[in-house]
């Protein structure tokens, strides 16, 4: 699906320059705090922490930073206090958007989303109007060299993992949220190098974007509220062909 590439491509080189000026270990932080808040911590009693974290190692974020955060949710520290919410609405062209929200202040956050939504021609909706639209999955990214097609399947499949594809220049392994370790943990037995491991939504079908104009809103939309502080992740259902990319450079 080139949209969600184009758009993966984006968010990668993103996430770099986040990372570089903090704001994403910001992000990253809040989820610490939040998985230690409601599960303890111990990352291997607490599955959501332990993903956290690992989340947190692959971006080099410091030691210290996460131990504060993790101390954070479990009450030693102050400033903890952070809900948790999804956020849907449309993109142009009638896109389907979900956002997952942490912050320490609703009565912000809302009325912040809801102006982003409307500043590239998209609408905030109610409850339920596009969550399930998306399934909850575990993604696992492997260096496209490191391995041949016939070895990466073997091993994910083993491992639990539901499928195996070429995104770019790496390996993209899908798979149930609970055995995303396991396969991330086979992966690195085996002598691969596991680039990032994290929970997705992904959409079980999508709207293809053929009008140009429209596809510039619908990745306007998406950076804008993958930049917001309080935007923990976004998740859309759109497919731009690669006649609308090349138009769009």
Sequence with gaps: MAGHSHWANIARKKSLIDAKRGKLWSKLAKAIIVAAKHGGADPDANLRLRYAIDAAKAVSMPKDNIQR???????ELKGGNLEESLYEGYAAGGV???????TDNKNRTAPEIRKIFEMCAGKLGGTGCVAYLFQRKGLVRVPLAA???DRIMELAL?????????????????????????VSDALRQAGLEVESNELVRIPTNTVDVEDVDTARRVLDLMERLDDHDDVQSVAANFNIPDAALAQLG
């Design 96 to 102: 389907a958007v979900l956002c997952e929200i942490l």
């Design 158 to 182: 083993e491992a639990g993992a539901d499928d195996v594809k070429a995104a770019g220049d790496r390996w993209e392994i899908t798979c149930e949220p609970t055995v995303m370790v396991a």
């Design 69 to 75: 955060a993790i101390r954070t949710g479990t009450g």
């Design 147 to 149: 391995c041949p097609e």
